[in-house]
């Protein structure tokens, strides 16, 4: 929406929503990452890193 109605109005939308769709991403995210490394952490295998 933002390339089609290039204002200041939709250009504060257009970040505003970035925005908020990088926080809701943040908490799977960091979810997966922190449960993927105790799972490393837990193996009985050595890992190379």
């Given amino acids: 929406m933002y ?3 290039p204002s200041h109005e939709s250009h504060a939308l257009y970040i505003s929503a970035q ?3 990088m926080s809701v ?3 799977p ?3 997966f990452m922190k ?3 105790q799972n490393i952490s837990n193996s009985n ?5």
């Fill in 19 to 21: 925005n908020h769709t």
């Fill in 35 to 37: 449960r993927n490394c």
């Fill in 25 to 27: 991403l943040q908490l």
């Fill in 45 to 49: 295998t050595p890992s190379d890193f």
């Fill in 3 to 5: 390339l089609n109605l």
């Fill in 29 to 31: 995210k960091h979810s």
